[in-house]
């Protein structure tokens, strides 16, 4: 198993441009989600699904969107970019709802100037 | 507010002491608590977790952890260090115990000296 992929690794964007960051996952995980990392704030949850169609926000939703359409896909899409989001970001997923392990991908570091 | 503190930005143990890196939440109810592990350019593993039953929970690489009640801490704790054990260590809370909005602490860099 690759367990939870994320690409890309680095991201150089413009205020105000769109992109999207992929996170898949091969374990057939029901529970994925998004956070960020910031410098002396630790990881705060950006958005979360607990399967295939549902997606919910999490603590600093405002500024990206996510959907899930396949068990194994959670993109995440940042819709115009400011420099506040300059941030790294990571992708994780979990079993079932008891599991409470989550597994995190490698990560992407955006950078927004 | 739902919370998770971890007093120490850095913590400096050498190579076969013992090491404890500190953590303590302020949640209502009884909370779900976690430790994780984050080496350099990596993304986060889990390293153990307590649910309920006994206070002592035991993780991966010879961690473990305490979790007391009265005093709403986590520590972890490892009786011989490692220099490879030299990482980011955050604590998390599930304060709603239900899926997995976890709170993260601020972390803590353990360095191991040899």
């Known amino acids: 198993n690759a367990g939870v992929t994320q690409t890309p690794k680095f991201q150089v964007l413009k205020t105000g441009q769109s992109m999207t960051l992929q996170c898949a996952q091969d374990m057939n995980h029901e529970y994925m989600s998004w956070y960020r990392q910031d410098p002396g704030m630790g990881l705060r949850l950006i958005h979360y699904?607990?399967?295939?169609?549902?997606?919910d926000q999490g603590e600093v939703p405002n500024g990206y969107n996510v959907s899930r359409s396949t068990t194994e896909d959670f993109p995440l899409r940042l819709l115009s970019a400011a420099p506040s989001q300059t941030s790294v970001y990571f992708c994780?997923?979990?079993?079932?709802?008891?599991?409470?392990?989550?597994?995190f991908g490698p990560g992407t570091r955006l950078t927004v100037t | 507010a739902q919370s998770v503190a971890q007093p120490e930005d850095q913590v400096n143990v050498a190579e076969g002491n013992p090491l404890t890196v500190k953590c303590t939440y302020s949640?209502?109810?009884?909370?779900?608590l976690f430790w994780y592990v984050q080496y350099p350019n990596r993304g986060l593993q889990f390293l153990l977790k307590y649910i309920t039953g006994d206070n002592l929970v035991k993780g991966s690489y010879g961690f473990e952890a305490e979790f007391n009640k009265s005093q709403t801490s986590f520590h972890l704790k490892k009786p011989s260090a490692l220099v490879s054990d030299s990482a980011l260590y955050f604590c998390a809370v599930n304060p709603q115990r239900s899926f997995q909005k976890l709170v993260f602490g601020t972390g803590t860099r353990l360095l191991v000296s040899p």
């Open positions: 994780a997923s979990s079993r079932s709802l008891d599991s409470y392990e989550q597994y």
């Open positions: 949640v209502s109810g009884n909370p779900y």
């Open positions: 699904s607990v399967g295939a169609g549902i997606t």
